[in-house]
């Protein structure tokens, strides 16, 4: 698994990134392809001056994944609660991904 992080205007804490992996980590239970070679997770966050507080973090994780691309996008304050939101929004892709490849598996080896 390939974790590449990138920021704009603050920067994550060693801290926080061992925090990171772990939460990406954990999207590996869904799915065994994301632990692959072939796989790459890149998180973004940009710190922005905006009129609404809650909007000031926007943090967007991209998993890329053999023939498929997921992506989730989330605007809060704090950027650990702007993962969390990323990994919830991300885990119904992981599952349907999951199902299309099952699937798929079956189906050629039936």
């Known amino acids: ?15 926080q990134l061992i925090q990171i992996a772990k939460k990406l ?11 692959d070679e072939s796989s790459a997770i890149r998180v973004e966050a940009n710190n922005r001056s905006t009129k609404k ?3 000031q973090m926007k943090v967007t994780v991209t998993i890329k994944l053999p023939k ?3 992506r989730a996008e989330s605007r809060r304050p704090d ?19 999951k ?4 699937e798929r598996k079956r189906a050629v080896v039936s």
Do not use: W
């Not at 698994?1 to 801290?15: L, P, T, V, Y």
């Open 79 to 97: 950027p650990m609660i702007a993962i969390d939101r990323c990994l919830e929004k991300l885990r119904p892709q992981i599952n349907e991904y």
């Open 25 to 35: 980590g954990k999207l590996a239970t869904y799915c065994k392809r994301i632990k």
């Open 53 to 55: 507080g809650q909007d």
């Open 68 to 70: 498929k691309t997921l």
């Open 99 to 102: 199902e299309l490849n099952v």
């Open 1 to 15: 698994m390939n974790i590449q992080h990138f920021e704009k205007g603050f920067e994550f804490s060693d801290r």
